[in-house]
């Protein structure tokens, strides 16, 4: 998050973001994640610690909760990330040990709590699946119609990070494909992390004019890309949770 502020203050709750995007090493991230948290820690003495996504993050979290006495929990978002750990000798040994330290392990669906609990057995583990703010209902009753399918263009929507685990570059192939039955437009909203190499493909399979890159949008904007898109395509590549996206986009129906 480069362009946003280091700290926001919302009714609920206090964001505080590090600027570590230079650190890739592994092991200075996990000293850069202790020293952070420990600081914050000190400043507003935390009751519990919860990391999630990266294996520095994981570690700093249960690490930090030793150290001062707290609860720590981690969730796990896909097995694949894991599963390259654990083929690790080192990486894998330590991965098995922070999550069997941390006092509570939640997963995104039960296929992976079943592979967690049968590769790593830690001691508790629970699927706390997705789950969308009231407020998107209220928005979707306001902007969804009934009149979406009666364009001749169908809209196809796809929310998310431009990457290959995405399913992003067999989107733009099938796109060619499906071109040659409908008139169709595709539009990506998200952070652009592989824009350029999305946009050669879109010119090799000659789509480049039914495909738009929509880049970041405000919440606002993203209720109205869904109220007027057709269809929502999910074409993850992992074997991750239930997306956000899907729920959202299940709000919208008609």
Not at 164 to 184: C, N, P, T, W
Not at 185 to 196: A, D, M, R, S, Y
Request: with cysteine; glycine share 6%; hydrophobic share 40%.
């Amino acid at each position: 998050w480069r362009n946003e502020s280091r700290f926001i203050r919302m009714p609920y709750y206090e964001i505080y973001r590090f600027r570590g995007r230079f650190l890739r090493n592994g092991l200075f991230r996990l000293i850069y994640f202790c020293l952070f948290s420990g600081f914050l820690n000190i400043k507003f003495k935390a009751d519990v610690f919860h990391g999630f996504y990266t294996f520095p993050a994981l570690a700093a979290t249960v690490f930090e909760a030793k150290c001062f006495g707290k609860k720590s929990v981690v969730t796990l978002f896909e097995p694949e990330p894991i599963e390259q750990h654990l083929n690790k000798p080192v990486i894998g040994f330590i991965t098995k040990h922070i999550l069997e330290w941390a006092n509570y392990v939640t997963t995104l669906n039960h296929s992976l709590e079943y592979f967690i609990h049968e590769t790593i057995h830690p001691k508790n583990i629970v699927t706390v699946t997705n789950w969308i703010e009231n407020h998107f209902f209220v928005a979707a009753s306001k902007l969804s119609t009934n009149n979406k399918f009666q364009s001749e263009t169908k809209k196809i929507l796809f929310v998310g990070r431009l990457e290959e685990q995405k399913g992003v570059f067999v989107l733009i192939e099938s796109l060619a494909i499906l071109r040659k039955k409908i008139d169709v437009k595709l539009e990506f909203i998200g952070p652009q992390n592989q824009i350029e190499k999305c946009r050669l493909l879109a010119k090799k399979f000659k789509v480049e004019g039914s495909i738009e890159f929509g880049g970041f949008k405000t919440e606002k904007e993203l209720e109205k890309a869904y109220s007027r898109c057709d269809i929502l395509v999910y074409p993850s590549l992992y074997k991750g949770g239930f997306g956000f996206t899907v729920i959202e986009a299940m709000a919208f129906s008609k």
